[in-house]
């Protein structure tokens, strides 16, 4: 990325990384979502959109939080019943949507229904992290990358529609 960073998102980017996630690994699930709908879009669009919404504080706010709970599930470290539900990835639990959610409407409305596409079909690296081997925990996580290629594929639509110009 030419832009500088923020201390911030440096460490959000990290985190996702030390966690197994690659930017392109995102870009992957926008292209998932978007290709049947532009026939010209290129990984590389895809990943600009990633990058974008990266810069999002709210979004790096969410990611800090929910790699956080995951970790700390893994070390066995939080309360009961807490423990349990996160470590389980028990179904009813919808913190983890919820604090998806904050990150799907950042480019609009049409990201809801993006990601409910991709957190139903688990297709690329949400399938893997939703294995959760070797004692990984990915409650959160899983959710937050489906949520974040679902808000850069709303981002592209709305840049491809004008809504969105760069500068």
């Known amino acids: 990325m030419a832009e500088k960073q923020t201390e911030l998102e440096k460490i959000a ?8 996630v690659e930017i392109q690994d995102i870009a992957e699930l926008v292209y998932y979502l ?3 709908y ?4 290129t990984m590389e669009d895809c990943v600009h959109n990633v990058n974008r919404v990266l810069t999002k504080r709210e979004v790096q706010h969410a990611i800090l939080t929910g790699i956080e709970l995951d ?3 893994e070390k066995g470290l939080l309360s009961e019943p807490l423990q349990d539900i996160i470590h389980r990835d028990e179904g009813l639990y ?6 998806a959610l904050s990150i799907v409407n950042v480019y609009g409305s049409i990201g809801f229904t993006s ?3 991709v957190d139903k079909k688990k297709p690329g690296i949400l399938r893997q992290l939703n294995k ?7 409650t959160f996580l899983d959710d ?3 949520a974040i290629a679902a808000a850069a594929a709303s981002r592209l639509a709305h840049s491809t529609a004008g809504d969105i110009v760069e500068g």
Do not use: F, P, S, W
């Open 13 to 20: 980017r990290q985190k996702l990384m030390d966690r197994g």
């Open 34 to 36: 978007q290709v049947k």
């Open 38 to 41: 532009y026939q010209e879009l």
């Open 71 to 73: 970790e700390l599930a």
């Open 94 to 99: 919808g913190i983890d949507e919820v604090i």
């Open 115 to 117: 990601y409910g596409y």
């Open 132 to 138: 959760h081997e070797n004692g990984t925990v990915h």
């Open 144 to 146: 937050i990358v489906g």
